[in-house]
């Protein structure tokens, strides 16, 4: 059986850090020099790496389309590992974790991270978050914003414009929550941090995902795209689109239990130590998202490493992976949606292990088209 989900078991893992002997915890606002959030990001992380993207939004219109299927087969609480940015939030808005670990192997997504954290921490509604990440003044009516559909936020950010002092104001406040976090952070990673948002701001809704050294791909989603897109049902799924979604993911960031990791998913630590710190505390996995990370690791020869580090994360029968497959590297998937990109998949962590030990996933092909939960 799963732990118990929401604010209350959150707040719970704080104790149970404490009881093992972790540092000092903060709260918002008050200076942390060693806090237990700090303490615990750099414990299981790795040294970092490099891979050729910015990083700051996902490419995957498709990625709500599994939204349906993590409902049906009871996707729920426990531990949620992802990597990349924010699209993880969308699915931890349905999954509804006890903890989260969001694994990059590029340290810049763990600075990326901190923003939406700092986000969180100082917007009370969905429209000052969105007003403090785009540069925007937030509404003077702000709290009567609550009921109101994603495309009134989107259409007030559309007209809203990014003015000095909202701007300046709102990356000073940032940085300022960022520092309360206990992380030791060098000048060279507030000055990324800096870019980053200031990114989100120069570029707005429009704000679109960029490869290093290669043309952008006509199927790449903006900030907007992504806001407004629907699950397989025609449900939108964004983690903005309700009130209810933005106030679980601040009680969990609140209570730093979002936690950003640099890691390589086939590394020698970071994932073994989340498996650790997951079987301490009695969690299963729910949901370990792995973008298209896995075609990387096969290509390189490390996915054996990979499935390994799986292997050491406590599950059940209900766990899963959730991956992308993109069409221009292997033309479409049997599952894909006429006009998208990519398509999303779900498998079972189980029939992962089984399959990889029975020899039956000879390609990344045979991996991603076999076993496929619908």
């Known amino acids: 059986m799963r732990p118990l989900r929401g604010r209350a078991r959150a707040l719970a893992f704080l104790v149970l850090a404490l009881l093992a002997g972790a540092c000092a915890g903060r709260s918002s606002g008050q200076e942390a020099t060693n806090g237990s959030f700090a303490a615990l990001v750099e414990s299981l992380s790795e040294p970092g790496g490099y891979f050729d993207t910015d990083n700051l939004i996902t490419n995957e219109r498709s990625y709500l389309h599994v939204l349906p299927v993590l409902k049906r087969h009871r996707v729920e609480g426990g531990a949620y590992v992802g990597v990349g940015p924010d699209q993880n939030f969308s699915y931890m808005a349905q999954i509804r974790p006890e903890v989260a670990f969001l694994v990059d192997i590029r340290r810049d997504n763990l600075l990326l991270h901190l923003v939406f954290k700092a986000l969180f921490e100082l917007a009370e509604t969905r429209i000052e978050y969105l007003s403090l990440l785009f540069g925007r003044p937030t509404p003077p009516d702000a709290s009567a914003w609550g009921n109101r559909p994603i495309e009134e ?25 960022i520092r309360t976090f206990g992380l030791p952070l060098s000048d ?180 991603v088209t076999s076993d496929v939960l619908r």
């Not at 007030?156 to 300046?168: F, K």
């Not at 505390?281 to 290509?299: I, Q």
């Not at 766990?319 to 069409?327: A, E, L, Q, T, Y």
């Open 153 to 177: 936020l989107i259409a007030y950010l559309n007209v809203a414009l990014a003015d000095e002092e909202s701007v300046e104001h709102g990356r000073s406040r940032v940085d300022d929550t």
């Open 188 to 367: 060279e990673d507030y000055a990324a941090i800096d870019r980053f948002h200031r990114t989100f701001i120069e570029e707005g809704p429009s704000l679109k995902f960029r490869s290093h050294g290669r043309s952008p791909r006509y199927y790449y989603p903006s900030y907007r795209d992504l806001m407004l897109e629907t699950d397989a049902t025609g449900e939108r799924g964004h983690y903005l689109a309700s009130e209810d979604s933005f106030a679980f993911l601040k009680s969990l960031q609140e209570a730093d239990a979002v936690v950003p990791v640099v890691g390589d998913l086939a590394g020698p630590h970071a994932v073994q130590a989340i498996g650790r710190y997951m079987s301490d505390r009695g969690l299963a996995l729910s949901a370990f998202y792995t973008s298209n990370v896995e075609f990387y690791l096969a290509r390189s020869g490390t996915f054996a490493a990979f499935v390994d580090n799986v292997r050491a994360l406590p599950r059940d029968t209900s766990s899963v992976v959730i991956r992308s497959v993109f069409h221009s590297v292997f033309g479409p998937h049997p599952n894909a949606v006429s006009g998208y990109g990519s398509t999303q998949l779900v498998h079972s962590v189980e029939a992962l292990l089984a399959g990889w030990s029975a020899g039956r996933y000879r390609s990344y092909w045979e991996l």
